[in-house]
Nanobody
Framework: VQLQASGGGLVKAGGSLRLSCAAS????????MGWFRQAPGKGREFVGS????????TYADSVKGRFAISRDNAKKTFYLQMNSLKPEDSAVYYC??????????????????WGQGTQVTVSS
């Protein structure tokens, strides 16, 4: 399985972006999917996750109410809609997938499959 993230860019504070993460290869092993971000000099931070069926999402407190995750299993793609962006949201955003059940969806170690990252820059 491979993941390809896209949709990053430069946006002004208060603006919106939608990131996409397309899966290819054998997707039968993909379970829950997550978004993480990493700013320069910082560790990889959990942004949110969505379960395999797409009905359950979780979010970091820092993005709750502004970001929304969805998935389209028929298109093998999942999304991160980011609204009301702030300069502190600037980071490289990564999509990731689990391959077995886990309760630790905010832990990067739960995700064995990762996309390559896409840069999001929010100007003030």
């Amino acid at each position: 399985v491979q993941l390809q993230a896209s949709g990053g860019g430069l946006v002004k504070a208060g603006g919106s972006l939608r990131l996409s993460c397309a899966a290819s290869g054998s997707i039968f092993s993909i379970g829950d999917m997550g978004w993480f971000r990493q700013a320069p000099g910082k560790g990889r931070e959990f942004v949110g996750s969505i379960n395999r069926a797409g009905g359950i999402t979780t979010y970091a407190d820092s993005v709750k109410g502004r970001f929304a995750i969805s998935r389209d299993n028929a298109k093998k793609t999942f999304y991160l809609q980011m609204n009301s962006l702030k300069p502190e949201d600037s980071a490289v955003y990564y999509c990731a997938a689990t391959t077995r059940a886990t309760f630790r969806l905010n832990d990067p170690l739960s995700y064995p499959v990762w996309g390559q990252g896409t840069q999001v820059t929010v100007s003030s």
